[in-house]
């Protein structure tokens, strides 16, 4: 305990560095706790950070924040509730009282304020002045009244994403987007709307309609057609196996210190942690399976090609899941590491502005091929 600030004894002080300012209030703790040069804590309101690893000038302003990453220049303002999972690269961040769980948000990408937005990987934009936001009173519908979480929406990708070269995605304020969703570059969904569809035509404006009065019999543990939400979990997983190649291969040869090493290894942490949580949401929608086309089968003569998809998925779930678990057996594409390989190793963005058109194509399909590794296991 020093003044007004509680430091917990396992906390190494050696990943703390000397200039991190934490302001009255904060409490710190966990082994892995790691706070870069020129992070300030708890700037508006107290923060309780819990095995957090901060790159530098990251400003987390109050809340709670447990087993998150934030890489160089994340930021987020008072209120946050930030848990495990949750990774925001640089420059990205949100406003006052916003809710992340296995968030990744893409560097420059901002939240507004009230936002819950868990279960959800986010990209676009160029910069700080041309970035991909969300508009405040959003939320992401992660959970369903069959009482599952394979929902995870993808905003963006990753095989371009990481390039820095793509049209923002807006989401407009007081929405929300109903989970397993993909969106692509360019889209702006207007503000006061419930998306409940991909938009998969870039650069395109989606006004949501308001769903009509209806009151049918419903049984939650019944699904209908399950493609969508199959194809979108695989596809979103493969993005995740393409972040953590890139990580793999690109981001390692931008470690400069301690600091960084501790972030990186965190955000490597992390993305396992998603994949896991994917596979497992995964394996227990198939488990639910078989209930539910038995039920069809007994109750609506008209479905019989939706129960065979079913049964599909129940019976070849842990072939899937077998290969979903298998290591990466990728080569990162040549001209792109010939020309990262050559970068100054002190500025991860500029090196990646940087390079050529050549190596972006390279890069973008080495990373594509990744996504549609995991994506051909549903047919």
């Known amino acids: 305990m020093t003044g007004s600030i509680f430091i917990s004894p396992e906390v190494d002080p050696a990943r703390i560095s000397p200039d991190a300012v934490i302001h009255p209030g904060c409490r710190i703790s966990g082994e892995k706790t790691s706070l870069g040069p020129g992070c ?119 095989p371009r994403g990481v390039l820095l070269g793509q049209k923002p995605v807006f989401l407009g304020g007081q929405g929300g987007l109903v989970g397993p969703a993909r969106i692509a570059y360019g889209s702006v969904i207007a503000a006061g709307g419930i998306c409940r569809r991909d938009l998969l035509e870039e650069n395109q404006l989606h006004i949501p309609a308001a769903p009509g009065s209806l009151t049918v019999s419903y049984d939650q543990g019944v699904y209908k057609s399950i493609d969508r939400i199959v194809r979108n979990g695989l596809i979103y997983i493969g993005n995740i196996r393409a972040l953590k190649a890139w990580y793999e291969n690109v981001r390692v040869l931008f470690i400069r210190d301690r600091f960084d090493r501790a972030v990186f290894e965190g955000a490597l942490e ?77 500025d991860y963005i500029t090196a990646v502005r940087n390079l050529s058109e050549g190596a972006r194509r390279g890069a973008a399909a080495w990373l594509q091929s990744v996504v549609d590794e995991a994506a051909a296991l549903w047919n």
């Open 40 to 158: 300030v804590l708890g700037a508006e309101a107290p923060a309780t950070l819990e095995n957090c690893r901060l790159g530098r000038g990251v400003k987390l302003k109050g809340g709670y924040f447990s087993g998150s990453v934030f890489l160089d220049g994340a930021n987020l303002g008072s209120g946050a509730h930030v848990r495990e999972g949750t990774l925001l690269e640089e420059q990205s961040g949100g406003a006052h009282s916003v809710g992340l769980k296995q968030t990744v948000l893409l560097p420059f990408v901002t939240l507004g304020s009230l936002i819950n937005f868990c279960d959800i990987l986010m990209a676009g934009g160029t910069g700080r002045k041309a970035h991909s936001e969300v508009g405040s009173s959003y939320i992401h519908f992660n959970f369903t009244p069959h009482q599952d979480k394979a929902t995870a929406s993808l905003i963006g990708d990753v």
């Open 270 to 346: 992390n993305l396992d942690l998603i994949l896991t949580e994917r596979i497992n949401r995964l394996e227990q929608l198939a488990g639910r399976m078989e209930y539910s086309f038995q039920t069809l089968e007994k109750t609506d003569g008209d479905s019989p090609q939706v129960g065979k998809k079913q049964r599909e998925f129940s019976k070849g779930w842990k072939t899937m899941r077998e290969q979903l678990e298998t290591p990466l057996n990728t080569v990162a594409d040549a001209g792109l590491m010939n020309e990262i390989g050559k970068a100054p190793r002190t």
